[in-house]
């Protein structure tokens, strides 16, 4: 099991995080992918990571992802 998050954050907490799977996508490049979201971070993945309470994918977008479930 995988965890990733970032550190050093400044950015308002948008999604209180569960245990579930939601689809994350980037509102900069449009990636979409399914993710696994626990109250530790996200896990099984590579590409997208946690800070705070907001999901971001590496692609270099400030904006934080939009999660559907």
């Known amino acids: 099991m ?3 998050t970032r550190k050093n954050s400044n950015r308002k907490h ?3 995080p569960s245990d579930k799977e939601v689809i ?3 509102p900069s490049c ?3 992918q399914p993710i696994t979201v626990t109250s530790e971070g996200v896990v099984q993945t590579r590409r997208f990571v946690r800070e705070g309470n907001n999901i971001y994918h590496d692609c270099g977008s400030h904006q934080p992802c939009r999660l559907f479930a």
């Open 24 to 26: 994350a996508l980037c």
């Open 14 to 16: 948008a999604f209180a």
């Open 30 to 32: 449009k990636a979409l």
């Open 2 to 4: 995988r965890i990733k």
